[in-house]
Nanobody
Framework: QVQLVESGGGLVQAGGSLRLSCAASGRTFSTYAMGWFRQAPGKEREFVAAIAWSGRSTGYADSVKGRFTISRDNAKNRVNLQMNSLKPEDTAVYYC????????????????WGQGTQVTVSS
């Protein structure tokens, strides 16, 4: 079993940056692909980025490609999301999640979820 706790959210002006972090518990963290999703009010949860268990492969939603970077440190049981050039439309609650499937952008394929961290981008 994997428990996930996100941190690093906050309020930032458009064009700014934030770094989200997700701390995982459990010895099996390195066997899971990790993903970041987001959900804005009134909208469905959407895929943002994912990284394979090895860290060698990554995937991004078109809306964040070139602005966001996902990374992981299996020794520290941590996955990060560096978000640059933020836009108001990036405002959402951001969730990290763990999956035994690579490569998937479907929330139902993720087995474990964090509680989420709020990101608000002002214009």
């Amino acid at each position: 079993q994997v428990q996930l706790v996100e941190s690093g959210g906050g309020l930032v002006q458009a064009g700014g940056s934030l770094r989200l972090s997700c701390a995982a518990s459990g010895r099996t963290f390195s066997t899971y692909a990790m993903g970041w999703f987001r959900q804005a009010p009134g909208k469905e949860r959407e895929f943002v980025a994912a990284i394979a268990w090895s860290g060698r492969s990554t995937g991004y939603a078109d809306s964040v490609k070139g602005r966001f970077t996902i990374s992981r440190d299996n020794a520290k049981n941590r996955v990060n999301l560096q978000m640059n050039s933020l836009k108001p439309e990036d405002t959402a609650v951001y969730y990290c999640a763990a999956s035994l499937t690579w490569y998937t952008t479907t929330p139902n394929d993720y087995n474990y979820w964090g509680q989420g961290t709020q990101v608000t981008v002002s214009s």
